[in-house]
């Protein structure tokens, strides 16, 4: 599990668009969202720099927590 601090999140929307874009990669992947802590859990065959380049793909900034 990878967790990464993920800023300008702040709906059901922007959970979605996440979720989704690391989905869409890698449908097998369990991903968890802390909206109100801006954080994002993910267990996934993708390396790290996959998924920040899809959240960053959606608009938002993404560190490796």
């Known amino acids: 599990m990878q967790?990464?601090?993920v800023q300008g999140m702040t709906c059901g929307h922007c959970v979605?668009?996440?979720t989704n874009a690391i989905k869409g990669e890698d449908?097998?992947?369990e991903v968890q969202?802390?909206?109100p802590k801006g954080e994002v859990?993910?267990?996934s065959r993708l390396a790290a720099e996959q998924v920040?380049?899809?959240i960053e793909e959606?608009?938002?900034s993404v560190q490796i927590a």
């Open 3 to 5: 967790t990464f601090n």
């Open 41 to 43: 859990a993910v267990q």
């Open 27 to 29: 449908p097998a992947a």
């Open 16 to 18: 979605r668009a996440v």
């Open 33 to 35: 969202v802390d909206l």
């Open 52 to 54: 920040i380049g899809l």
């Open 58 to 60: 959606e608009g938002y």
